[in-house]
């Protein structure tokens, strides 16, 4: 894999959900000048697509840069292709951000581009990063095909689960529950995917005492990270949280924290637990999974880029 360098950072698009670990993964992005972010799409998922909206706006404001950080925001996708919407709220909170205070969720947001605009608008083939369901994607695979393979040269996605539970159903990831059909499509594309997922990013926690101890140089932050820790204490004994996403951006920055197996999946579309179940099948299609991962690279990257006064609100403390 390329390691990237700030002489030379991998273009990248970013398809989120945000979002209390997909605000840190953005967080690290955009703090990285080992990649170029593009342009960033939001999508349905934790929230519902208008509070992710918001929160991506926000999360561009907080960006600690020497001038804010002016990256291309479009719509990937506003509810799954054939199931009903329904989102995280208990995971994430009705804002879709914990308890960080964000403005009311106001913009039309009618009028802003769709992802297959934001790609064709790309001068080289990047690589596409998803962080919530696999629905933005599939729309513009069943769209525009051609595009994908023009613009799209790696995916990268967090999503699915092999050996590890579930975090959804005791056997289904959410993002890949959300919309069963849509990993379906994607998966059956055959475009070069990275499936990044629970067997991996559940042995990347932050601390709760870790969390507590932003309260102080990062109150916005906390105020994000401790709904997150809350709602893993009660659903699952853990005192810290699971930082999914923020894995799927450490892996393009350093290859080495991810060790791949390639193998054949299909998806389960029924419903009940196994909705949206990625399992291994000799007759599915093919992709690359990470099935280790070295946890502590990953972690201080988020502490040196991220927790450690990455935010505007320290630069004006
Ligand atoms: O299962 C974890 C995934 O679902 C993460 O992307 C998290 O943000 C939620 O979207
Ligand atoms: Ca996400």
Redesign the pocket.
């Known amino acids: 894999m390329p390691v990237p360098s700030p002489q030379s950072p991998i273009p990248v698009v970013i398809d989120t ?1 945000p ?1 209390i ?2 605000c840190l993964a953005l967080l690290l992005a955009l703090n990285s000048p080992e990649l170029d972010v593009r342009a960033i799409s939001i999508s349905y ?2 929230t519902v697509v208008e509070n992710a909206y918001r929160n991506a706006v926000e999360i561009l404001r907080k960006v600690k840069q020497p001038v804010p950080v002016r990256v291309p925001l479009g719509i990937g996708a506003r509810r799954p292709l054939k199931r009903q919407l329904q989102v ?1 709220d208990d995971t994430h909170g009705p804002s879709g951000l914990g308890y960080a205070e964000v403005p009311p969720a106001g913009v039309i947001l009618d009028y802003v581009r769709p992802l297959e605009r934001l790609l064709a608008a790309q001068r080289e083939p990047v690589t596409l990063v998803t ?2 369901p696999a629905t933005s994607l599939a729309r513009v695979l069943r769209a525009n095909p051609g595009l994908v393979r023009d613009k799209v040269s790696r995916h990268v996605a ?1 999503i699915g689960n092999i050996e590890a539970a579930g ?2 159903t005791r056997f289904s ?3 890949a529950w959300c919309d069963p059909e849509a990993l379906a499509t994607v998966l059956a594309a055959e475009i070069p995917t990275e499936m990044i997922g ?1 067997d991996v ?1 559940r042995k990347v926690v932050i601390k709760g005492s870790e969390v507590e101890r932003l309260a102080q140089q990062s109150p916005w932050l906390h105020d994000a990270l401790r709904f997150y820790v809350e709602f893993h204490k009660k659903r699952e004994g853990l005192d810290g949280a699971v930082i ?2 923020v894995l799927a951006i450490a892996y393009l920055l350093q290859p080495e924290v991810l060790t791949f197996s390639d193998l054949r999946l299909t998806v389960d579309l029924d419903d009940g637990q196994s909705r949206g179940r990625t399992k291994l099948n000799p007759k599915g299609s093919f992709a690359r999974v990470a099935m280790e991962v070295h946890p502590p690279p990953v972690r201080r990257l988020l502490f040196e880029r991220v927790l450690a006064g990455a935010l505007v609100e320290e630069a004006m403390a």
């Open positions: 959900d979002g670990d997909d998922g934790n995280a962080l919530g967090m975090n959804q990831e959410f993002n629970l990013t999914n996403d």
